[in-house]
């Protein structure tokens, strides 16, 4: 699969037709497969934390999450095929999962919130087998705390539920340091950091409108809703800055 970098930072030249197939294809030969769903700020983050950096690097596969991405991909005369977005890449696999005998396990949030988001899953999606939920509220290497009791239990909990698909909502980089630091030790197939969808499965947030999704202006309905992430949102100018006066510049 062709592959381009922004500011150092690998990316899939994927469309979502594409993206589903590959995990279907690591599903059918029982591979382990890691996926990384960058936006603006998590690449302006990756240029700053090498470990982030080594881990979107590593992974099997990086979908262009932020229409940042993909307008600085036109800028540097090299386009993406299209915005793969996290939640729409998981509920792609969860609908391919429902159809094809997939388990699912989630993770994240708050007491409750994966568990609400697994009863809405399976109202959208009746044959979908949920293996298994836990709240993103625990220690471990992602939070700095090695070989923290909280991290093994977490482990011992997808081991014995033995899901195809793992999908971790842990916020970036956490999530993805969670899937990096412990892919060996878990026995499931595929592994996806899901940000902030569980929420959304929850009914506890609410997705942008339609308009604001095809125009990649979810970041700004956000800000609107939740003021307290225009502090966050600063990594987009920085971004911007950054492909215009180095169009790529490998680290």
């Known amino acids: 699969m062709q592959r381009m970098t922004i500011l150092g930072v690998s990316i899939d030249r994927v469309d979502m037709k594409e993206a589903v197939s590959r995990v279907a294809e690591a599903l059918m030969l029982n591979k382990k497969f890691f996926i990384v769903t960058p936006n603006?700020?998590?690449?302006?983050n990756a240029n700053k934390d090498k470990?982030?950096?080594?881990?979107?690097?590593?992974?099997d596969m990086v979908v262009p999450d932020?229409?940042?991405l993909v307008l600085?991909?036109?800028?540097m005369k090299t386009p993406l095929k299209e915005r793969v977005t996290g939640i729409d890449l998981m509920d792609n696999l969860l609908k391919f999962s429902s159809e094809n005998g997939y388990s699912v396990y989630l993770i994240g949030g708050k007491e409750g919130i994966a568990q609400d988001a697994a009863e809405n899953i399976k109202i959208k999606y009746p044959n979908i087998t949920i293996a298994g939920t836990h709240h993103g509220y625990f220690k471990g290497k992602h939070t700095?705390?090695?070989?923290?009791?909280?991290?093994?239990?977490?482990?011992n909990h997808i081991n014995n539920a033995n899901p195809d698909l793992v999908f971790v909502a842990l916020g970036a980089p956490k999530q993805e340091k969670f899937i990096s630091y412990n892919l060996n030790k878990l026995n499931a197939k595929v592994f996806m950091g899901v940000g902030g969808?569980?929420?959304?499965?929850?009914?506890?947030?609410k997705r942008a409108p339609e308009i604001y999704q095809k125009l990649g202006l979810e970041w700004a309905y956000r800000a609107i809703?939740?003021?307290?992430?225009?502090?966050?949102?600063?990594?987009?100018?920085?971004f911007a800055l950054k492909v215009l006066i180095k169009k790529d510049k490998p680290m």
């Open 197 to 205: 969808s569980l929420d959304v499965y929850a009914g506890t947030v």
């Open 66 to 68: 932020g229409i940042g």
């Open 40 to 44: 603006s700020e998590i690449v302006v």
């Open 225 to 238: 809703k939740e003021p307290w992430r225009i502090k966050r949102l600063g990594a987009i100018p920085v």
């Open 144 to 155: 700095g705390n090695v070989d923290h009791p909280d991290e093994k239990e977490v482990i």
């Open 72 to 75: 600085a991909s036109k800028i």
């Open 51 to 59: 470990t982030l950096f080594e881990i979107i690097k590593s992974a």
